[in-house]
Nanobody
Framework: QVQLVESGGGLVQPGGSLRLSCAASGFTLDYYTIGWFRQAPGKEREGVSCISSSDGRTYYADSVKGRFTISRDNAKNTVYLQMNSLNPEDTAVYYC?????????????????????WGQGTQVTVSS
């Protein structure tokens, strides 16, 4: 059974850091492009970052460039999202997703409909 499970969310003060994890079961993560997305209350789900299966290239939304880092640990079948310099605008539920059908390309990686499997999400709240 294919499953993605996010963890690592929580409450953090502005300027703080969190590391989110996306653990996979039922399939091998490094075979597929993995994306991180977030959804704030009243807003659409948006792409945060992506790591390509083919060459390991990484992509980021402009709003998180220089602050967030996506990485993959193949031995643990896990993808991480290191988030630094967090601000209240980063508050959202964060989801990871896998592109099983291999539809994602560098120009369309934020498109949510291209991803086939999703985790249940983990809440990140940035507040003083």
């Amino acid at each position: 059974q294919v499953q993605l499970v996010e963890s690592g969310g929580g409450l953090v003060q502005p300027g703080g850091s969190l590391r989110l994890s996306c653990a996979a079961s039922g399939f091998t993560l490094d075979y597929y492009t993995i994306g991180w997305f977030r959804q704030a209350p009243g807003k659409e789900r948006e792409g945060v970052s992506c790591i390509s299966s083919s060459d390991g290239r990484t992509y980021y939304a402009d709003s998180v460039k220089g602050r967030f880092t996506i990485s993959r640990d193949n031995a643990k079948n896990t993808v991480y999202l290191q988030m630094n310099s967090l601000n209240p605008e980063d508050t959202a539920v964060y989801y990871c997703a896998a592109d099983i059908r291999e539809d994602v390309r560098y120009w369309n990686w934020p498109a949510t409909h291209l991803y086939d499997y999703w985790g249940q999400g983990t809440q990140v709240t940035v507040s003083s």
